[in-house]
């Protein structure tokens, strides 16, 4: 009677070649997979900021080519303010989670305004972000205005210009300078300046002002509400953010998507307005590319 030869068992030494086989091919293939993931992050970042543009200009075009404001402090005529991104879900132009749980806390989930590169934390403590790729940028804005229900959480920002104080000596007059196409009314003088700014016909935003469609900046890969030099920032790029691609520039600079008024997203390097200097002119290094500031149009 013929006994069944047992399987060879693997020996010790066989065993850590395929273990090393794999780990090599895990090696090759995980910078690619890590790529491949990045540039769908991308993809979808740019997807939502085509659907933000679009929601933007339906906003316009049904209200007489009026441009939203990307916010409004309260104010005798809005007397619980206003911010964009919940106005366009308020109006049914985009859809998203909103307001908060039984326990305050933001209602998260995915939506046109939650860039796959953002971090689900909430921005605190002001704008203060030193560099594109600073954690800061990478955190989420959430403005309760008119109320904590009307509330969308929002990794992107409006091309936005502060207006305050004095309307006659202000030099954010569109096609001036320091001027964008979207407006924050802020009130840091008193309360009555929103108001001042919101009557005075010379400050509206309006779809006319845009003459260079496929260059002016609509929206953008950021968290903040209005371009500002804040103490202890590096400029104005600073609130850019740079959630894409591999840091440069010492790891200062990124990648963002950035959306314009013809409707296309174009992905963009932070780098050439962060070494322009902290001033305004920043924003104007690549005026070829990107203009952010309405009288670079001319």
Avoid at 121 to 139: D, S
Avoid at 252 to 263: I, R, T, V
């Amino acid at each position: 009677m013929k006994t069944r030869r047992q399987p060879r068992a693997f020996t010790l030494v066989e065993l850590l070649v395929v273990i090393g086989i794999i780990a090599l091919l895990i090696a090759i293939l995980l910078p690619a997979l890590n790529k491949a993931k990045q540039q769908a992050n991308i993809v979808k970042c740019a997807s939502n900021l085509r659907q933000i543009s679009i929601a933007v200009l339906s906003y316009a075009n049904n209200n007489k080519g009026r441009l939203p404001p990307s916010m409004v402090e309260p104010n005798p005529i809005y007397p619980d303010g206003l911010f964009w991104a919940n106005m366009l879900v308020e109006g049914k132009y985009l859809d998203s989670p909103h307001g908060v749980d039984a326990a305050g806390n933001p209602r998260l989930g995915d939506s046109a305004f939650r860039c796959p590169n953002g971090i689900e934390e909430p921005l605190g403590g002001g704008f203060g972000a030193l560099t594109p790729t600073e954690g800061k940028n990478q955190q989420y804005l959430f403005v309760k205005r008119p109320t904590a229900d009307d509330a969308v959480a929002t990794w992107y920002a409006l091309n936005s210009v502060t207006l305050q104080g004095d309307p006659n000596t202000s030099s954010a007059l569109p096609g001036k300078s320091s001027d964008a196409p979207f407006a924050w009314y802020n009130d840091s003088q008193n309360a009555a300046d929103p108001e001042k700014f919101l009557k005075d016909t010379r400050y509206a935003r309006h779809l006319g002002l845009i003459k260079r469609s496929a260059l002016v900046v609509m929206a953008f890969d950021g968290n903040t509400y209005n371009w500002n030099n804040v103490a202890g920032s590096t400029g104005y790029s600073a609130r850019i953010s740079g959630r894409h691609g591999k840091a440069s520039n010492e790891g200062k600079d990124g990648m963002f998507n950035c959306a314009f008024f013809d409707g296309h997203v174009t992905l963009l390097s932070t780098e050439p307005f962060t070494k322009a200097g902290t001033g305004t002119n920043a924003l104007s290094a690549e005026k070829q590319d990107a203009i952010f500031w309405l009288h670079d149009q001319y």
